[in-house]
Nanobody, 124 residues
Framework: EVQLVESGGGLVQAGGSLRLSCAVS????????IAWFRQAPGKEREGVSC????????YYADSVKGRFTISSDNAKNTMYLQMNNLKPEDTAVYYC?????????????????WGQGTQITVSS
């Protein structure tokens, strides 16, 4: 059974930093894609970033480029999202998601497995 468990959410002031973690279990293939999505109240789920486990290729939404960094520790089966210079508009529930192959890396429809989500609130 595939499981994704997020941690690291919380409340932070604008300009601050947080690091999210996503622990992955149950994947039996070496090549998979892990992504972070977020959903703010009343808005659609938005792709934030993703990383390929095989070669480390990364993608970022324009809204987070230069502020967020995705990384993975394959030995620990854990993926991270370092978020710096956080803004109030980053406030959302953040989800990690996984699948084996994608055509559109930040399209939520491409992902088969999802975590429960963790709340990030950025105060102004």
């Amino acid at each position: 059974e595939v499981q994704l468990v997020e941690s690291g959410g919380g409340l932070v002031q604008a300009g601050g930093s947080l690091r999210l973690s996503c622990a992955v279990s149950g994947f039996t293939f070496d090549d998979y894609v892990i992504a972070w999505f977020r959903q703010a109240p009343g808005k659609e789920r938005e792709g934030v970033s993703c990383i390929s486990s095989s070669d480390g290729t990364t993608y970022y939404a324009d809204s987070v480029k230069g502020r967020f960094t995705i990384s993975s520790d394959n030995a620990k089966n854990t993926m991270y999202l370092q978020m710096n210079n956080l803004k109030p508009e980053d406030t959302a529930v953040y989800y990690c998601a996984a699948t084996w192959a994608v055509v559109a890396p930040l399209n939520s429809r491409e992902y088969d497995y999802w975590g429960q989500g963790t709340q990030i609130t950025v105060s102004s």
